[in-house]
Structures are given as C-alpha cells and as structure tokens.
C-alpha cells in the first residue's frame, strides 16, 4: 500500500534506527567475543589444577614406594646380621630365602619407583609448561576485557548521541508514517527491506508496475504481503541500508 508521503523524514529514523542496530549487535559480538574468552580461561585455569592435582598424586605414591622400600631393606640388613649368627645350615637355608623373597621385593618397588619418577618428570615439565600458557591467556584476558570496558563505553556514548537523535527526529515524521513504522519495528527487527528483482526481500511477494512506479518517484510504500516499507536502494533511497533493518 502506498502513501501520499515521501521518505524525506522517515529516512533519517530509519537510518537512525539502522545504526542503533549496528552498534548493539557491535556490543553483543564484543561480549560473546569477551565470554568465550573468559569461558577458555576457567578451562585452562581447571585445567592447571587437574595437572597439579595428578602431580601430588605421583608424589604421593612415590613417597609410599620409598617408604616400602626402605622398610624392606632395614628388614634385609637384619636378616643378614641373622645369617651372619646362623647356628644350622638349615637356620641359613631359611634366611637366604628370605633374603631373596626380600631382594625380588625391593627390585620390583624400585623399577616401579623408577617408573613413577619418570611420570613426575614428564608431570613437572607438563606443569611449567602450561604455566607459561595460563600466564599468557591471563594477560591476554586482562587486556581483552580493558579494550572491551572501552569499546563499550565508546559504543554507550555513541548510542546517546543516537538516542537523542531519534528523540529529535521522531517528531518531525508524519504522525500515520510514524505510527505504522513504530508498530512494525516493535513487532519486526526489519521493518524497512530493500526490493530484489522487483519482489519484496522480506517475504519474496512480487510487487506491481504501479507499486514499483510509485517507489521509483520515492513515494512511501509497505509491502501487500508482510507491510515491511519498501524502497529501491539503488534509485529512492541511496542512504537507506541496503540491507534488512
């Protein structure tokens, strides 16, 4: 449906309007860019606990092995001193087996204490390793959410000044311009499209000759399928966007 008025004031809401969008979708990129960030660095940071918390778990198990292995070698010295006192062949017969069933002991403590100091050294040079990576995406965050605190600023102060801009040109629009293109955006995030191949972007409806007339003398129109306004980017409205608001 067309209308006696042209875009003259509308244009500037619209624009307005276009670029109040533009900058909070500017602020929600920056903060989704912001939480990812902080979302990677809980995981880092859980993950450097995880590591050290493996790290006590080998030193843990280390201390156990040498606290067994010690016990088992006092209980070897003893019994040699035994041995050394034997009063029978089969007195000795005796501890040297258990002499061996002690040695094998200790053999089999020791290769797997030999095993976890291995798994604490490649553990520590896990740890000082990812230290340095967790030190770095801190100072990295530190400085990502600085420049986001003053982007977001920036962007507040601009919005202001849009929002005030708005405020001024509200009035200056026809009152049934006005009152059609506010009940469409509250319902709509694009309630002005541009029109491709002589059909609306917005819901695709093939606009008439007349329609199409009507928009190439820069008359406001709303499209009969969806009532989005309508206009010719390249021949009515240069400084509208060329793209759904």
């Known amino acids: 449906m067309t209308t006696t008025f042209t875009w003259n004031e509308l244009k500037k809401l619209v624009v307005i309007d276009h670029e109040i969008g533009e900058l909070k979708k500017s602020l929600k990129k920056a903060e989704g860019t912001l939480s990812s960030a902080q979302s990677a660095y ?3 940071v859980e993950q450097q606990k995880n590591i050290e918390l493996a790290a006590r778990a080998i030193q843990k198990e280390i201390d156990r092995y040498e606290l067994d292995s010690k016990d ?3 209980q070897a010295t003893k019994k040699r001193e035994k041995l050394k006192q034997a009063l029978s062949p089969k ?6 087996h258990e002499l061996h069933t002690l040695q094998c002991t200790i ?13 604490q050294e490649v553990i520590q040079k896990t740890i000082q390793s990812h230290t340095q990576h967790l030190t770095r995406i801190t100072t990295d965050l530190a400085a990502l959410q600085s420049q986001t605190a003053l982007n977001e ?19 200056l629009v026809p009152l049934e311009l006005c009152t059609n293109y506010l009940n469409l ?4 995030p694009n309630a002005v499209v541009p029109v491709v191949s002589n059909s609306c972007s917005g819901c695709y409806i093939e606009l008439l000759a007349q329609d199409m007339h009507s928009l190439s003398t820069r008359t406001v129109m709303q499209c009969r399928g969806c009532f989005r306004f309508l206009f010719i980017p390249d021949a009515t409205t240069v400084q509208l966007p060329a793209t759904a608001l």
Do not use: H, N
């Open 72 to 74: 088992l070698r006092e």
């Open 153 to 171: 600023q920036k962007v507040q102060e601009q919005l202001g000044a849009l929002t005030k801009a708005w405020d001024e040109q509200l009035p």
């Open 42 to 44: 809980k995981k880092e």
């Open 107 to 119: 053999d089999r403590l020791e290769t797997q204490l030999m095993t976890l100091l291995e798994q």
């Open 91 to 96: 007195e000795s017969a005796a501890l040297e």
């Open 185 to 188: 955006r509250s319902r709509i």
